[in-house]
């Protein structure tokens, strides 16, 4: 290791956010020059680290050493002073004005302070555009008419307009295609080259291997790995530090030979998948859930994952094949039809998707089975209270008062909220996704509990996590899925992480690689509603 | 500087209770909400002002009677709008609808049909608006502003082309007598008794119905809504036809207030009735409001308009007087919504 001070140290840095801890005490130590990637799945704190460190949020604690002084980053504007740009992953640009006005925006090249010099503005742009091997673009173009990835190196435009010494990259991959990351990492590769360090954010180990020099890994708002040689370590040693558990959690008990005994009493599927694929997403799916089991998803963020649940709900179209209940046909693309034919979904932006977060527990229970305390639109409240607490109890829902606003509940809380939501509703099937993120570690053993418990009570549950363990520990079977395709089936306890790793992050050898552009596949019989 | 030997950080102190007091006023402070009773604040001071600016001519009877007429049919519209801002949404085309179903209610033709004809006339025409802008919104996919506004300029221009900018009196005796005095009953206006029953079952609608429920849950998060199972397009399009309903009635009842139908009609309804609703603590962006608190809010801004006639103050300084309390109101409601 470089024997040099680190041009940025971060120690500490907490972050709390009503409800949950966003960040808690994450360290990051960065050298000038290299190129450290930071990783941790949706929701493990990179957002709101790399935030911090543009000067976008406050840390409740912490400190943050830039070269040596420690520094308090009280806006972007500061951090930016200091050499700290920021590409964000959301392209912060005005597509309304050009690729310079944009470069420029907030630091235009002016005549007596005040009148812009435009001409400056677009030549400095051009030569800008031209380091960054994209001088085809224009500087007087409006950015709304530029392609996604030519966005991307306006965006990066602007951060090298400025003079920086450090660069934070989220996800600047995702929206380009091969030749263009390949000129994305020669620009990394120049950067670093003139001392600028770059903090890089992907998802995809690959590029990680190909141009970090160190890896600093988040999840549950902690770095559970900081600066690991890039190179070096074994790809499944970086996925199990993502994925894995960093505490010993406690599973509850499956129930006597999983998936036989209950099927034997009860074989008819209550949900059960036939072709069901979404172009782009997910390649057709076929799957059946019977009550009191619980089948888990596993598979990297951009597995399709999510997209099968919402799919499976109704939240969005499928392009082929359907869903049935009990038998019946789903109207496609209906979440009413879904909800009333009983299935629950637990979304995984529970704040965004799932909560009406003005409003007390009681109404965010209620919300999907109104009509039982409604006699022709009239709602009897007391009915609706008594309701609403005897589901929360149920599920030991903390505080024991639902009249309290949601917002106020700690994430496992508001979790069994959309929980008691579904089982209000008297939902037969549910649909979890990620039912552990932004929930306290300690939270979640309790949270496996009800699940399991809801599950021996008759419930059929669909289960996605990024968490292998999770999956593994909770689910009764297993289909594992790589680019939108189901590459393996087993029951739980025929698999273990390893074996999990390997499959999603195999290439090649187990099951189709090439999505081939999924389509109807035979299953699909196109019989309508019966 | 010595932190705590545990990592979790002393809660931090947020304005503890004063003190354990539980005097009744303190239990009516909680269930009325401070909101509420600011305004109703605000409200008696007004009176007060009034009385002492104008003692005699301000707590006459007649004067009275003329703030809550007055009050009545802005108070209807605004009970509607209320209804559309909770969800989300917002109605440019209030005063548009008011001016159009006060038209086509008296032209020559309706008024043959007599009393029934008018007030059919009148809600029929809000209610088609209203389905208009629902179905362009809800189901068109177009943003609410765009879609009422548009419905704004139609509804005028159509307004206009029924009357040709002539006033048409209305000839059914049994309209304008319910604006006589004879009709008051307990020197209640009938009008004012309407705008009463309006806010009471908009109250009821709510607060106590599935319907008051969803309103609220698209406007708080309409995705969540629709994960819930709600129908949130449907729910938009009920609520863009009672607000129409709403200005069908309001319509109705100017047209009793002025013996009249006219086209301009309903000038500026739309702002003020946005106005009652944001002073009242209606939030813009949606999932929160009360009906109490538009009704004051319409109270409020048609005691100011009286007592500045009253003074013989010019209506630029009312006009003033009404952009320096929303911001007032907006204000003091951030302050209390942060702590």
Redesign the interface.
Known sequence: MAPEPPLLTMSGI?KSFPGVRALD?VDLHVQAGEVHCLLGQNGAGKSTLIKVLAGAHQP??GTIVWRGDQVTLRSPIAAMRLGIATIYQELDLVEGLSVAENVYLGHEPTSAGFVVRGRDARASTAALLKRLGHSEIDPGRLVGDLSAAQQQIVSMARALSHEVRLIVMDEPSAALDPDEVDNLFRIVGDLTAAGVAVVYISHRLEEIRRIGDRVTVLKDGRAVAVGLPAKETPTREVIALMTGRNVEYVFPERPESPGNGAVAARPEPVLSVQGLARDGEFAPLDLELRPGEIVGLAGLVGSGRSEILETI?G?RKPTSGQVRVDGRVLRPGS??A???AGLG?A?EERK????????SVT?NV???S??RF?YG???D?AKELRAARDATRELSLRPDNPSVPVRTLSGGNQQKAVLA?WLL?GCRVLLLDEPTRGVDVGARAELYTVIRRLADEGLAVLLVSSEVPEVLGLADRVLVLREGHVVHTAPAHDLDEHRVLDLVLASGQHGPTHPEGPHSPATTEGSPAS | MTQPAS?A?PVTEKSPPADGDKSPWRSLAARADVRTLSLLGVLAALVVIGGVTEPDAFLDTDNLQLILTQASVIGVVTVGMTFVIISGGIDLSVGAIVALASVWATTVATQDYGFAGILFTAVVVGLGCGLVNGLLIAYGGMVPFIATLAMLASGRGLALEITDGKTQMVTVDGVLKLGERDSYILGIPPLVMVFAAVTVVGWLLLN????G??S??VG??A?????????VRRQRLYLYLLSGLCCGIAAFLLIILSGSGQNTNGNLYELDAIAAAIIGGTLLSG??GTITGSVLGVLIFTTITNIFALNNLETAVQQIAKGAIIVAAVLVQRRTATT
């Open positions: 907490t005490g409740d604690d709900f939240a979440v009413r879904a909800v009333r979904l979304p965004a998707q799932a909560l009406l977060m003005l409003e109404r209620s919300v999907s109104m009509s409604s639109g009239w709602l409240r939501r509703r | 990592p950080r106590r119905t599935t319907f429920r969803r609220v849950a708080g998060n995705e969540a809504a629709r994960l819930a199972g709600i129908d999932g929160r």
